[in-house]
């Protein structure tokens, strides 16, 4: 099993993703790394995230803390200039693989933390749905917008929303494609906390600390895992 700093090196090949040791080397920090397209998701950082989700489930890690690149943006949403030019087979393959890397996410045994530092648009909400707990700066501002492209969600955001905020409100967000800032999320939506200035990404590895004390001891029972089914049907807990 792979320790966290030598998982950051097998990552740093990674060309859209940078991965950091963090939390005494116990826990990596990987930030989407295209700054220049606000961190926009498209078939190269989506292959590179599931690259690296594989790695981590192979790793001692026991929290992975996920954020963006610059001060704009976490993920603005998929890249839709490298949408425009694809086929429709293409497309459903583009929103499978997301769905696939995301799955992974999903699955790992460690704690997950998305900190939200900017705009969690479209695919990046979803992505950040995909974590244990989300962490936004006041200013971040979170939604589906894809309605107003004659789109929705692809990437699973649909099912991880309603089990977030419940149907009626995930309907509101995704018929509306209105965005939200933080407090407002928070209040209403899918955010757990929101945090002023740009403290978030120290607020991600306090917490990562503290759920890494509590992950440990249960690890050392391999009961980590069981965490996975908080939230899931008894019937789906029994058949795996």
Not at 187 to 202: F, T
């Amino acid at each position: 099993m792979l320790n966290v700093e030598t998982l950051c090196s097998r990552l740093s090949s990674l060309k859209w993703l940078k991965a950091e040791a963090t939390c005494g080397g116990l826990a990596i920090r990987l930030t989407v790394n295209r700054p220049e397209a606000m961190n926009a998701l498209n078939p190269d950082v989506i292959a590179d995230l599931a690259t690296a989700f594989a790695a981590i489930k192979e790793s001692n890690a026991r929290c992975m803390i996920l954020t963006g690149s610059g001060e704009k943006a976490f993920v603005a949403g998929a890249d839709i200039k490298a949408m425009t030019t694809m086929t429709a087979a293409e497309a459903d393959q583009f929103a499978r693989a997301g769905q696939t890397a995301f799955r992974l996410m999903e699955q790992l045994s460690c704690a997950t933390i998305a900190a939200v530092n900017g705009f969690a648009l479209g695919g990046g909400l979803e992505l950040a749905l995909g974590c244990d707990m989300i962490l936004a700066i006041e200013t971040a501002k979170l939604g589906l917008p894809e309605v107003s492209l004659g789109l929705i969600p692809g990437f699973g955001g649909t099912q991880r929303l309603a089990r977030s905020v419940g149907l009626n409100r995930a309907r509101e967000m995704v018929f509306s494609g209105n965005f939200y800032k933080a407090a407002e999320a928070k209040e209403n939506g899918p955010r757990k906390s929101s945090l002023s200035g740009r403290n978030v990404s120290s607020r991600s590895g306090k917490i990562g600390d503290h759920d890494l004390s509590t992950r440990t001891a249960c690890n050392s029972h391999g009961q980590a895992s069981d965490f996975r089914w908080l939230g899931c049907p008894i019937r789906c807990r029994h058949e795996h």
